[in-house]
């Protein structure tokens, strides 16, 4: 099993540029995080998916962030117009339904300058 | 609404020690699945051990064991004979059944030779 994988790896761009994330869920898997991580504000949820649906989108910072799943294994988060604010690592997870582990990819680290 | 709470923000442990991890959760769901992750400084996040709300005994994966007290709320990670590569940030997660899953901010452990 090749695990989450997330690209890109590293992503810097300018501000008001669009970023889109890209997530592959392991295979099987029907519950798809996004989160956050910065150093102010540690781990925050943005969005999750239940068998493509999203269920708590409460954490997306505003409008420029959306999250899409077109299919059942593949997901992306695309923020639109970046902003220097929104530099941090975006990590996506995938699960099982239930009291099942996360299991994580390697994260994009998004650099807007 | 659920809350993990991680009252150690760094940790110190010689080498060879035993170290213990700090974790306490709010819920007032009955079922429930309390989780460790490690992120060392390559920053992946590393799924260790799982305990479920209604297992009776304590959680073990070789170093690593849990201690559940669930009258108390807490789930402290119990790490035996600590390794310089331990050094990392630890973070304890919760997950009610079908619902988001819960992190909390984290204790960085720094192992010393």
């Known amino acids: 099993d090749a695990g989450v994988i997330q690209s890109p790896r590293h992503e810097v761009t300018e501000m008001g540029q669009e970023v889109t994330l890209r997530c592959k869920l392991i295979?099987?898997?029907?519950?798809l995080f996004w989160y956050r991580q910065t150093m102010m504000r540690g781990l925050e949820l943005l969005i999750y998916f239940n068998n493509n649906v999203p269920i708590d989108d409460s954490g997306m910072p505003e409008d420029r962030f959306s999250a899409k799943m077109p299919n059942a294994s593949f997901s992306t988060l695309k923020i639109q117009p970046s902003e220097p604010r929104d530099s941090a690592v975006y990590f996506c997870?995938?699960?099982?339904?239930?009291?099942?582990?996360?299991?994580f990819g390697n994260g994009t680290r998004l650099t807007v300058t | 609404a659920q809350k993990i709470t991680q009252t150690q923000p760094g940790m110190f442990v010689q080498e060879k020690e035993a170290v213990t991890l700090d974790c306490t959760y709010d819920?007032?769901?009955?079922?429930?699945?309390l989780f460790w992750y490690k992120q060392p400084s390559s920053g992946e996040m590393i799924f260790l051990i799982y305990?479920?709300?209604?297992?009776?005994q304590n959680a073990t994966e070789g170093r690593y064991s849990l201690n559940f007290q669930k009258a108390r709320k807490s789930a402290n990670l119990v790490i035996s004979a600590s390794q310089l590569g331990d050094s990392a940030m630890y973070f304890c997660?919760?997950?009610?059944?079908?619902?988001?899953?819960?992190f909390g901010p984290g204790t960085r452990l720094s192992v010393l030779p």
């Open positions: 819920t007032s769901d009955q079922s429930y699945g």
């Open positions: 295979s099987g898997h029907n519950s």
């Open positions: 997870a995938s699960s099982l339904t239930g009291e099942t582990p996360l299991h």
């Open positions: 997660a919760m997950r009610n059944y079908g619902q988001n899953f819960v």
């Open positions: 305990q479920g709300s209604y297992d009776e």
